[in-house]
T-cell receptor, first 113, second 110 residues
Framework: NAGVTQTPKFQVLKTGQSMTLQCAQDMNHNSMYWYRQDPGMGLRLIYYSASEGTTDKGEVPNGYNVSRLNKREFSLRLESAAPSQTSVYFC????????????FGSGTRLTVV | AQTVTQSQPEMSVQEAETVTLSCTYD???????LFWYKQPPSRQMILVIRQEAYKQQNATENRFSVNFQKAAKSFSLKISDSQLGDAAMYFC???????FGTGTRLTIIP
């Protein structure tokens, strides 16, 4: 099925550990995004990539890095996980200046203990 | 930058009744798009309806419609004939970096 695929769906990390969240889309979208969702705060943009080869910071980039590996893939890396990074992470993609909204992955629930 | 505000953290409605979820936004853009997303317990984000700011006509998708007041920067979602499957978090959003509101949890009372 066409769409956005995120892996893993669930992850528990210890403080200080690192991990990479993977995201791939097969809709030939130019733009890709990483959001985090926390209770009472909606979705907040971490990083985005307007096109292959470019990345930009969003509202809450501290503690994260991203890589736009190719047009299909956009990964999010936590170098040294902290409990404050416990959240649900969503990857999304869009085309054409987001006129048609975003297609979201199913999310990754990350717990840092 | 755009901001999106949802002032109703929770709403409830009787099954088959109508409910309206509120959203206000702030933007300096002249050309923009607004969206309502639904997030059921499955966590999946589902696009419910979109509105193009330059269009006067309010968008409608089956039982879902919007009341778009451009001058007031208001973008409310009306759900008619509410069904149990409508129970979810609803997020208002704009297309500038797809800024989201904080969401409204909608409960359907059987």
């Amino acid at each position: 099925n066409a769409g956005v695929t995120q892996t893993p769906k669930f992850q528990v990390l210890k403080t200080g550990q690192s991990m990479t969240l993977q995201c791939a889309q097969d809709m030939n979208h130019n733009s890709m995004y990483w959001y985090r969702q926390d209770p009472g705060m909606g979705l907040r943009l971490i990083y985005y990539s307007a096109s292959e080869g470019t990345t930009d910071k969003g509202e809450v980039p501290n503690g994260y890095n991203v890589s736009r590996l190719n047009k299909r893939e956009f990964s999010l890396r936590l170098e040294s996980a902290a409990p404050s990074q416990t959240s649900v992470y969503f990857c999304a993609s869009s085309e054409n200046r987001e006129r048609y909204g975003y297609t979201f992955g199913s999310g990754t629930r990350l717990t840092v203990v | 930058a755009q901001t999106v505000t949802q002032s109703q953290p929770e709403m409830s409605v009787q099954e088959a009744e109508t409910v309206t979820l509120s959203c206000t936004y702030d933007t300096s853009e002249s050309d923009y798009y607004l969206f309502w997303y639904k997030q059921p317990p499955s966590r999946q984000m589902i696009l419910v309806i979109r509105q193009e700011a330059y269009k006067q006509q309010n968008a409608t998708e089956n039982r879902f419609s919007v009341n778009f007041q451009k001058a007031a920067k208001s973008f409310s979602l009306k759900i008619s004939d509410s069904q149990l499957g409508d129970a979810a978090m609803y997020f208002c959003a704009s297309n500038e970096k797809l800024t989201f509101g904080t969401g409204t949890r909608l409960t359907i009372i059987p």
